[in-house]
C-alpha cells in the first residue's frame, strides 16, 4: 500500500512555472507507476502525465506536452511535475495517483492523494 501527499501548488501568473511533488509513504513507492491527474470546476478529472517503474517511459496528455515534464526519484520515493508556461486552462486542482502501469486512465490507479490547487492567472 502507498499513502501519497501532493505539494507545491499555489497562485501564478500565466506564463510562469510551478513544480509539483508527491510523497509517497511505503518501501514499495519504487514498484509503482504514478501518475498526475487534474480536475478543473465543472469538468471531469482529465490524465495530465504518467511515468513508469524506472522512469523508462513517460507520457503526457496532448495539451501539456512540450510545456510539463514529469520525473520521479525512487530514493527519495518522491514524483514530481514540472509545469512551465502555465495557461490560465491549466487551473486545477491537481492529484497524484499510484499504480500497477502508467496508464492514461484514472480506473489505472488504486492509491490517490488529496491534490493541490494551482490557479494560473491571466
Known amino acids: 500500500q502507498v499513502h501519497v501527499v501532493e505539494s507545491g501548488g499555489g497562485l501564478v501568473q500565466a506564463g510562469g512555472s510551478l513544480r509539483l511533488s508527491c510523497a509517497a509513504s511505503g518501501r514499495t513507492f519504487s514498484s509503482y507507476a504514478m501518475g498526475w491527474f487534474r480536475q478543473a470546476p465543472g469538468k471531469e478529472r482529465e490524465f495530465v502525465a504518467a511515468i513508469s517503474v524506472i522512469s523508462t517511459n513517460t507520457y503526457y496528455a496532448d495539451s501539456v506536452k512540450g510545456r510539463f515534464t514529469i520525473s520521479r526519484d525512487n530514493a527519495k520515493n518522491t514524483v514530481y511535475l514540472q509545469m512551465n508556461s502555465l495557461k490560465p486552462e491549466d487551473t486545477a486542482v491537481y492529484y497524484c495517483?499510484?499504480?500497477?502501469?502508467?496508464?492514461?486512465?484514472?480506473?489505472?490507479?488504486?492509491?490517490w492523494g488529496q491534490g493541490t490547487q494551482v490557479t494560473v492567472s491571466s
Open positions: 495517483a499510484a499504480g500497477s502501469v502508467a496508464s492514461r486512465h484514472y480506473s489505472g490507479y488504486s492509491y
